[in-house]
């Protein structure tokens, strides 16, 4: 009977091993994450803010900003591997290049005066980087970009050290 139930843990042990799947991509193969926004016509705050893995940024505050400047901390623990994972959720490896005026694909309506996004995500293999015009509508990846920039300014806290008060 012992033996059997020892046979039987055994078993269910090596199952479990075998049927294991990997889960979304380890925050340690993420080096850095950057986002920027431009200037649109009107009071649309520009900078740029770079988050590493140990939670830390670099904001480089230009216009319409609480502060401007270069100004460096320490977010929240955890606030870099939750951006990576919003990446992940968001498969943010496979959004295009560029979404402009220029690329009726990317861009099939727009309008003027809006703001500019950049998002450039350094991994151990390499750096991608992806622009937007936020005048852009009409293509599915818009929407994820939309997506990303919410859940990334709730990490790096974007009402506190970046928003100027309304």
Excluded at 62 to 81: K, P, V, W
Excluded at 99 to 122: K, R
């Amino acid at each position: 009977m012992i033996r059997h139930s020892l046979s039987a843990l055994l078993l269910a042990a090596g199952l479990a091993a075998c049927a294991a799947t990997p889960g979304p991509a380890a925050p340690d193969t993420y080096r850095a994450i950057s986002i920027t926004e431009t200037p649109c016509f009107g009071f649309c705050p520009a900078y740029t803010i770079t988050v590493t893995p140990d939670d830390r940024y670099v904001l480089e505050a230009r216009s319409h900003t609480q502060t401007q400047g270069r100004t460096t901390g320490a977010l929240e623990a955890g606030s870099f591997a939750r951006m990576t994972a919003v990446l992940e959720r968001e498969d943010a490896a496979s959004l295009p290049v560029s979404i402009n005026t220029q690329d009726d694909d990317t861009c099939p309506l727009w309008h003027t005066d809006a703001p500019g996004y950049e998002l450039s995500v350094t991994r151990a293999d390499g750096r991608q980087d992806v622009s937007w015009y936020r005048g852009c509508s009409g293509h599915p990846a818009i929407e994820r970009l939309e997506r990303i920039s919410d859940a990334l300014r709730a990490q790096y806290d974007y009402d506190t050290l970046i928003a100027v008060e309304r």
